[in-house]
Structure formats: structure tokens, C-alpha cells
Nanobody, 121 residues
Framework: QVQLVESGGGLVQPGGSLRLSCAASGFTFSNYAMSWYRQAPGKERELVAA????????NYADSVKGRFTISRDNAKSTLYLQMNSLKPEDTAVYICNADLSDTLYTRNDYWGQGTQVTVSS
């Protein structure tokens, strides 16, 4: 019943901006940290950004630090990723993730279907 549905991907020019959304359902959204991952062809899936359950703390990959902002609206059960100053190397499928594990040493990952972000060269 857990469902994560991304939206907002598309084609954008280098230097442009895009805002991704992830609509969550089937769990108590406000109780869990959330994250965005991305995967490009030939590359490993990488963590882009993460945010704690109340939104008080965030973590970013070095490659996006200063350009991307992760946020959440717990009242709307929605996760966001604001992407600014986009670069061609940001091109990837962006995937919303929720880890519903109750521990730090196990994972119970749920994944969205992904949304394609293409930054033209």
C-alpha cells in the first residue's frame, strides 16, 4: 500500500531550474526520513539528498550541494527537490525513497517509479 509517485521531471537547459515532487501515501509520512536518489545509464544509483522526518536536518551529495534543496510538506505528505543551476551531468532518473525500517542497521526501502530529468547540453 506504500506508494511514492514522482512528478516534475522534464527537459531543461543548463543553468535552469526544476522542481520535483514526490507524493507519498500508505504510511505515516511525518514519521520517516525521506530521500532522493538518481541513476543515470552506466552509473550507480546515488543518494542525492535526504531529509529528516520533521525537515529539521538535510544531507546532500557533494555534487549537488549549494544547488539543490530538499524539503517536505508533512501536511501534504509530499517531498520536494528544488534543483537550480542544473548541469548536463544532473541528467538522470530521479527516484523518491522512503526507508520505513525501525532500526538504523536494517532497511525497508520503498521506491517511486522515477521521473526523468534531462539537462540539455
Amino acid at each position: 500500500q506504500v506508494q511514492l509517485v514522482e512528478s516534475g521531471g522534464g527537459l531543461v537547459q543548463p543553468g535552469g531550474s526544476l522542481r520535483l515532487s514526490c507524493a507519498a501515501s500508505g504510511f505515516t509520512f511525518s514519521n520517516y526520513a525521506m530521500s532522493w536518489y538518481r541513476q543515470a545509464p552506466g552509473k550507480e544509483r546515488e543518494l542525492v539528498a535526504a531529509i529528516t522526518s520533521a525537515g529539521g536536518s538535510t544531507n546532500y551529495a557533494d555534487s549537488v550541494k549549494g544547488r539543490f534543496t530538499i524539503s517536505r510538506d508533512n501536511a501534504k505528505s509530499t517531498l520536494y527537490l528544488q534543483m537550480n543551476s542544473l548541469k548536463p551531468e544532473d541528467t538522470a532518473v530521479y527516484i523518491c525513497n522512503a526507508d520505513l525500517s525501525d532500526t538504523l542497521y536494517t532497511r525497508n526501502d520503498y521506491w517511486g517509479q522515477g521521473t526523468q530529468v534531462t539537462v540539455s547540453s
